[in-house]
């Protein structure tokens, strides 16, 4: 069993960063891929950002180059950098651990950009 628990969202203004994290329980952290999801009122949720238990990333076409994850095995902590915020990453941004085959996720945290 894995428990993840994210922070750091909050009401910004467009134009400026925030950086979330999601700190996960257990032992297994270092071999579980983690993953940043969001989900804004009445869409999808929306895969954002993966990092490998290599430390590998891949990033959805509408982050790239504005955010960045990266993971502290030694904190069983993963992070969202979030730059150059927009309007529309508004949303309810959720932390995933797959491991052994498993999907586990928290309970998110709220980012708001107003404009």
């Known amino acids: 069993q894995v428990q993840l628990v994210e922070s750091g969202g909050g009401l910004v203004q467009a134009g400026t960063s925030l950086r979330l994290s999601c700190v996960a329980s257990g032992s297994i952290f270092r071999r579980a891929h983690m993953a940043w999801y969001r989900q804004a009122p009445e869409k999808q949720r929306e895969w954002v950002a993966t990092i490998t238990s290599a430390s590998s990333t891949t990033y959805a076409d509408s982050v790239k180059g504005r955010f960045t994850i990266a993971r502290d095995n030694a904190k069983n902590t993963v992070y969202l950098q979030m730059n150059s915020l927009k309007p529309e990453d508004t949303a309810v941004y959720l932390c995933?651990?797959?491991?052994?085959?498993?999907?586990?996720w928290g309970q998110g945290t709220q980012v708001t950009v107003s404009s």
């Open positions: 995933k651990a797959t491991v052994l085959g498993l999907d586990y």
